[in-house]
């Protein structure tokens, strides 16, 4: 993939969407151009995967693609050994963790049930502070998290996909030992890549394994809850609540009983939100630009293995 000290011809699409990327691109080193003359391709739309895979099977050349999701599974299908993917994750792992924190928060010193009220009410509500908080992930918004709850005092076990220490973690274990790491967490936030194995990943034995007070939060994909199974817990009080930035179905229809649940905060998947994109994934692109033409190994490879 080395293009020497050669300038590497970059498009950016779809076309005449994002002024800021094409920026990105130059301040890498790089210069834009039409997907024909490309050598590598930055994406950054979010719903127009179908545009991307045309362009590409119409670009042989085009070597290296740059998404701007964290999570690929909507592009799993295409990937192979012909081209080189590498995604957002690790981009937004802060602003995200961000949001986490604050939906947390909402929820243990229930912020958001006062919210409702219209009177004044008996107080609700644990402190974090000195809080067992189980972390599903261990990428770059579990990292940011486990800093942003050390303050707090938290003793904090990360669950992963495989063996392997994380920094800051007390406690680190396999999915093969959820339900291990869920039996004495007040918190577990879910901050997982949507895979086959993570599908599901929390469902009724799971809430059944958490204690009555704990909050369930969760910033991965929709469908690694099985909602119909999330919504019985709430109503059952199997676990003390859920802060939803993203559902299954999503969005979440008008009417779902999730909306009307006293303990349960939903936000509309605004982990990173239109404004925060453009400035964080640029300092992706620009480097990743800059290691494409250097011919080193870019930042955010997929891996199809493990998928993503």
Known sequence: MSQGKAVPKIAVGPQGVASWACDAVRAGGGVVVDASEAQGLVWTDFDSTAQLIETLANNPCITWVQVPFSGVETYMPYIDETRTWTSAKGVFGGAVAELVLGLLLGGMRHVAGYSRQQQWTEDHGRTLFGARVTILGAGGIAQSLISMLKPFNCHITV??????????????????????????????????????????????????????????????????????ELVWALEAGEIGGAA????????????????SLPNCIITPHVGNTAEMVPPLLAVRIAENVRRFAAGEQLIGIVDRAVGY
């Open 159 to 228: 669950v992963r996909n495989r063996e392997g220490d994380v920094p800051g973690a007390d406690v680190v274990l396999t999915t093969s030992r959820l339900h291990e790491a869920l039996l004495r967490a007040d918190a577990v936030l879910m901050a997982i890549a949507l895979t086959p194995q993570t599908h599901g990943i929390m469902g009724k034995a799971e809430f059944q394994s958490m204690q009555s007070h704990a909050w369930l939060v969760n910033v991965g994909r929709g469908k690694q809850i099985v909602t119909d």
């Open 244 to 259: 939803l930035d993203v559902t299954d179905p999503e969005p979440l229809p008008t009417g779902h009983p999730l909306w």
